[in-house]
T-cell receptor, first 113, second 112 residues
Framework: GENVEQHPSTLSVQEGDSAVIKCTYSDSASNYFPWYKQELGKGPQLIIDIRSNVGEKKDQRIAVTLNKTAKHFSLHITETQPEDSAVYFCAASKRNAGNMLTFGGGTRLMVKP | DVKVTQSSRYLVKRTGEKVFLECVQDMDHENMFWYRQDPGLGLRLIYFSYDVKMKEKGDIPEGYSVSREKKERFSLILESASTNQTSMYLC???????????FGSGTRLTVV
């Protein structure tokens, strides 16, 4: 089955700096890669996703890149703000009956004012 | 605003009790999922369902069962609660994939 590894497990940056979180996946058939943000006391919320037919996607201060050959994808957050502090999860999926996502272990991002 | 609602935010149960965690979604989603979240272990899939009365085991189904009698409701059952089932439980739903999930806010269960 699919295995998703996520690094780093914790990341501390200064407000205004950029943050990068990286994930690798094992199943070359995976074709959908979402990213979730989980704030304290809440469920994870989808913030951006990318499909295997594109290499990069951007939404304001966040972007995701995908390298299918190397089987890794990354989340980039620019001009970080204290409200970006949260746990971020990557995930991978391929077309299947249940739309099962395999999640990475999570990254706790701390943005220091 | 679309929603996945979990019936309880916090629950405290005794060892050996039968525990029901309820999840309701208002988006007419076919797929529903139960995950548990533990520090250092990320999100682990317990069970999922891609249709009414259908269920599939995830990665850690032992000690759990599920029920999906109606499309909008997916229940997780702990047949005999044990202390190692103390955890945060997250319910999610989605349309047929691959696509993202909508998660509920979670139920923090403590078994004493």
């Amino acid at each position: 089955g699919e295995n998703v590894e996520q690094h780093p497990s914790t990341l501390s940056v200064q407000e205004g700096d950029s943050a990068v979180i990286k994930c690798t996946y094992s199943d070359s058939a995976s074709n959908y890669f979402p990213w979730y943000k989980q704030e304290l006391g809440k469920g994870p919320q989808l913030i951006i996703d990318i499909r295997s037919n594109v290499g990069e996607k951007k939404d304001q201060r966040i972007a995701v890149t995908l390298n299918k050959t190397a089987k890794h994808f990354s989340l980039h957050i620019t001009e970080t703000q204290p409200e970006d502090s949260a746990v971020y999860f990557c995930a991978a999926s391929k077309r299947n009956a249940g739309n099962m996502l395999t999640f990475g272990g999570g990254t706790r991002l701390m943005v220091k004012p | 605003d679309v929603k996945v609602t979990q019936s309880s935010r916090y629950l405290v149960k005794r060892t050996g009790e039968k525990v029901f965690l309820e999840c309701v979604q208002d988006m007419d989603h076919e797929n529903m999922f139960w995950y548990r979240q533990d520090p250092g272990l990320g999100l682990r899939l317990i069970y999922f369902s891609y249709d009414v009365k259908m269920k599939e085991k995830g990665d850690i189904p032992e000690g759990y069962s599920v029920s999906r009698e109606k499309k909008e409701r997916f229940s997780l059952i702990l047949e005999s609660a044990s202390t190692n089932q103390t955890s945060m439980y997250l319910c999610a739903s989605s349309l047929p994939g691959p696509r993202g999930y909508t998660f509920g806010s979670g139920t923090r269960l403590t078994v004493v």
